[in-house]
């Protein structure tokens, strides 16, 4: 599946619900796929002015993007989850050509409140600097 295959599976998956509670309420069970405590490798990579605990790091190897998440807030980490299932193991060069518009078109980022909406920008800005690093 391409990038763009992706996000419009997320965002199609997110319609199946009438409203942003049943949608943050999936959210919140997409969290479950977390591990209960966020893991050693990431407490260096935490999302600054977060009020929750946030954790998110991408990184590349070889030609792909690798990416790995944590919160202790049940909604970012379902978006941290879902993110993952987005991008990880995204191949770069398709990465450096596509735009990231789940959060917009799926009305997400106009969901949240302002201090999570930062997060998922600085999770994306992430994202976006690593894909067009040479």
Same mark, same amino acid.
């Given at each position: 599946?391409?990038?763009?295959? !992706?996000?419009?599976?997320?965002? *199609?998956?997110?319609?199946? /619900? *009438?409203?942003? !509670? *049943?949608? /943050?309420?999936?959210?919140?069970?997409?969290? &479950?796929?977390?591990?209960? =405590?966020?893991?050693? =490798?990431?407490?260096?990579? @935490?999302? &600054?002015?977060? =009020?929750?605990?946030?954790?998110?790091?991408?990184?590349?190897?070889?030609?792909?993007?690798?990416?790995?998440?944590?919160?202790?807030?049940?909604?970012?980490?379902?978006?941290?989850?879902?993110?993952?299932?987005?991008?990880?193991?995204?191949?770069? +060069?398709?990465?450096?050509?596509? +735009?990231?518009? /789940?959060?917009?078109?799926?009305?997400?980022? +106009?969901?949240?409140?302002?201090?999570? @909406?930062?997060?998922?920008?600085?999770?994306?800005?992430?994202?976006?600097?690593?894909?067009?690093? !040479?």
């Amino acid at each position: 599946m391409t990038i763009h295959e !992706t996000q419009d599976k997320l965002i *199609d998956h997110l319609f199946l /619900f *009438d409203n942003w !509670t *049943d949608r /943050f309420n999936f959210l919140i069970s997409e969290s &479950e796929n977390l591990p209960p =405590q966020c893991p050693g =490798q990431l407490l260096h990579h @935490r999302i &600054e002015g977060c =009020q929750s605990q946030t954790c998110f790091h991408a990184y590349r190897n070889e030609s792909c993007l690798i990416v790995e998440g944590w919160s202790n807030s049940p909604v970012m980490g379902g978006i941290i989850v879902s993110i993952i299932k987005v991008f990880n193991l995204s191949k770069i +060069d398709e990465l450096k050509n596509a +735009d990231i518009y /789940f959060h917009t078109k799926s009305g997400l980022v +106009d969901n949240l409140t302002p201090m999570r @909406r930062a997060a998922l920008e600085e999770i994306i800005r992430r994202i976006s600097i690593l894909s067009r690093q !040479t």
